[in-house]
């Protein structure tokens, strides 16, 4: 059984944040659509993101899973095994184009499979629609149960007219502390950041889950503010992943990301059935971790999505432990 309480709120702050631009013309031919695509490829060049305060979640605004060990398709959840080092973290992003499939079909238990077949511990979703209520319906509600995650939490950016639309983050671990960004920027499609503290074992993995947005200018501004929320030198396990739309080698988001983060992984992840772009990336701090990316490339997760998954385990490299505890790695797995 899952209980749920979302917020009825949305970390993204553009009041227009239900009109798509060319949703709205209806009428003037092409020459309209391309006025309004201009409009929305400039509009916010010369804005500075503005200083907004994070929205933090209270325990009760987390879907939480009551199954021991268990999810709903009688699959193991291997949170305790994780945990107690017998096998690596591993991490996955995902983008689910709403549950909408090549074929053109809406199936969340699709996705869920997937996702299922990833065997991830910590998972960070794109372009997620959360309903917010408790119905045995609820999108987000399917994805925890289907793939027995302990945990989940919705981080829309937007409301649609077929729901809340955003981010998302699954957990089999315990999720302690969750702030919600608003890295939205001018006229441009809101977007956020997840940012959640998670128990792993004894210690607290930070968990950075976003998307960036199309354009370059509204990338850069997103990075910069992605860097000021981050620390400086992190001492736990620190996580940034997500649909980054940074596919340009040398692009100033990338090469300010890359500077201060280190080379991510990442692979051709889009589109699905013939992956060219590298549009997912995971990146990991201190410098004492590693990860070992791979690339599911299963029918399923070529259909279900027009991105494929991305999933990476984490490893430690040796490393002489330090006096303290907190701030030493061994050269076991997470």
Excluded at 26 to 52: E, Q, S, V, Y
Excluded at 74 to 93: F, K, M, Q, V
Aim: glycine share 8%; proline share 9%; net charge neutral.
């Amino acid at each position: 059984m899952i209980t749920v309480s979302k917020p009825d709120r949305t970390s993204g702050s553009f009041p227009f944040a239900t009109i798509s631009p060319i949703g709205r013309i209806k009428c003037g031919g092409m020459a309209t659509a391309l006025t309004a695509i201009a409009f929305f490829a400039f509009a916010g060049m010369g804005d500075r993101m503005p200083a907004r305060e994070p929205i933090e979640l209270g325990h009760g605004e987390i879907i939480l899973g009551n199954w021991a060990g268990k999810n709903s398709a009688g699959l193991p959840t291997l949170g305790d095994d994780t945990a107690g080092r017998e096998r690596p973290l591993r991490i996955a992003s995902y983008n689910v184009h709403k549950y909408t499939g090549l074929d053109f079909r809406r199936d969340p238990e699709r996705i869920a499979a997937v996702i299922r077949s990833l065997d991830a511990d910590i998972v960070s979703l794109q372009e997620v629609l959360s309903d917010p209520d408790a119905a045995p319906t609820s999108h987000l509600r399917i994805l925890a149960e289907k793939t027995g995650m302990h945990m989940a939490v919705a981080g829309p950016t937007m409301r649609k007219a077929d729901g809340q639309y955003g981010n998302a983050l699954l957990s089999r671990f315990p999720i302690l502390r969750v702030r919600l960004h608003d890295i939205s920027l001018g006229a441009f499609e809101p977007r956020g950041i997840i940012d959640a503290d998670i128990r792993v074992g004894d210690r607290t993995v930070r968990v950075m889950a976003t998307h960036f947005g199309l354009w370059p200018m509204e990338r850069d501004r997103q990075a910069l503010r992605l860097l000021e929320i981050l620390p400086e030198n992190p001492v736990q396990p620190l996580i940034v992943m997500g649909d980054m739309n940074c596919w340009v080698p040398g692009s100033p988001a990338l090469r300010r990301l890359q500077a201060r983060l280190g080379k991510s992984a990442a692979m051709r992840s889009y589109p699905a059935p013939l992956p060219l772009l590298p549009l997912d990336r995971i990146w990991i701090q201190p410098a004492g971790y590693t990860l070992v990316a791979e690339a599911p490339v299963s029918r399923l997760a070529r259909i279900a999505s027009d991105h494929l998954p991305m999933v990476a385990t984490v490893l430690f490299a040796e490393k002489p432990q330090a006096e303290n505890p907190d701030e030493g790695f061994s050269s076991d797995p997470l």
